[in-house]
């Protein structure tokens, strides 16, 4: 892992809640981190592990940066949105240095930006989660192991119970067995992207970029899960968020699906209002451009490549 703990004084930004408003300040010290990495960048042997000690940088700075924050905000008592705001613009200006630099090593095209576009929308929407203005909690999603023993005690007990032979039983419980292996052949997580408590209830959260034409399999899981959660004894209620406004088949297929509450574009920027008691949405139409944000050059990369439809949030 890659320290900076020396480079804070290099770069002199204050830990307050003004630094919300200094996305130029935070844009500048991440390409100075960058900076200092230069020499691991340029003997790295291939584009992906050049890539690989950029995003390091980048990442260790702004968990440091985070860990921070949250120090000084305990310390002088901030506001949760002050909180909320000057992670979100550390974060946002993280990701923006993290795809120009990424690009100088190994140039995006179409597919490989419009996908990491989406991975950074997930962790940035689950910050209201983590740092929100409503009160609400993350638990730890069950095991799917523990699910499926008190499943499997359950059926045992209902069998014995049965006005049946002991034959009878024997061969009874045989074929559950068989049928349950079959279910079970694949490992089957319950962990979704994100588990909060809020009023008492429990919610389930999966953050999907959009649909494409190669979502068979994740909507298969989806809705394996969803059915065991709505099989549980406590009340789970599952919500999909997605951030595409055009999806497909498999999307209504969960949207139908009576499992999964299913909101996309601004509805899903609704939702997390509703429940974080932060709009943003809002915040996301005064902070961020991408395309002034970046560097010329990856802006002219953007550009030139027409990828500028993959920069909606």
């Not at 929308?121 to 993350?138: A, G, Q, R, Y």
């Not at 408590?197 to 953050?207: E, I």
């Not at 932060?278 to 050059?297: R, V």
Request: contains cysteine; negative net charge; charged residues 25%.
């Amino acid at each position: 892992m890659l320290i900076f703990f020396s480079f804070f004084p290099m770069i002199n930004l204050e830990i307050s809640p003004a630094l919300k408003n200094k996305k130029r300040e935070l844009l500048t010290m991440y390409r100075h981190s960058v900076t200092l990495v230069s020499e691991q960048i340029c003997s790295a042997p291939t584009p992906q592990k050049k890539a690989k000690v950029v995003n390091d940088a980048i990442n260790d700075i702004r968990d440091e940066y985070h860990s921070r924050i949250i120090e000084q905000s305990n310390t002088d008592h901030w506001s949760k949105q002050d909180l909320l705001e000057t992670i979100l613009m550390v974060d946002y200006s993280s990701f923006v240095v993290m795809l120009e630099s990424r690009n100088t090593v190994w140039p995006y095209e179409y597919m490989t930006f419009s996908r990491r576009i989406g991975e950074l929308w997930e962790p940035f929407c689950k910050l209201c989660f983590e740092f929100p203005i409503n009160e609400l909690s993350l638990y730890a999603p069950p095991e799917f192991e523990d699910v499926k023993a008190a499943l499997i005690q359950e059926i045992a007990s209902y069998i014995a119970g049965l006005n049946i032979t002991k034959e009878e039983e024997t061969r009874l419980s045989a074929y559950f067995s068989q049928v349950w292996n079959l279910v079970t052949s694949g490992e089957i997580q319950l962990k979704s992207d994100l588990h909060f408590l809020k009023d008492g209830h429990k919610y389930v959260v999966d953050f999907k970029s959009g649909f494409g034409s190669n979502e068979k399999g994740n909507t298969n899981r989806l809705l394996m899960v969803g059915k065991i959660y709505q099989e549980m004894k406590d009340e789970y209620n599952c919500l999909l968020f997605v951030r595409a406004t055009e999806n497909n088949h498999y999307l209504e297929t969960l949207n139908n699906s009576g499992l999964w509450s299913v909101t996309t574009g601004e509805a899903t920027y609704a939702k997390i209002r509703e429940y974080t008691g932060y709009n943003i949405s809002q915040w996301i139409h005064n902070n961020i451009n991408w395309l002034e944000d970046f560097s010329p050059a990856m802006s002219d990369h953007v550009r030139g490549n027409a990828l500028e439809q993959y920069l909606v949030w």
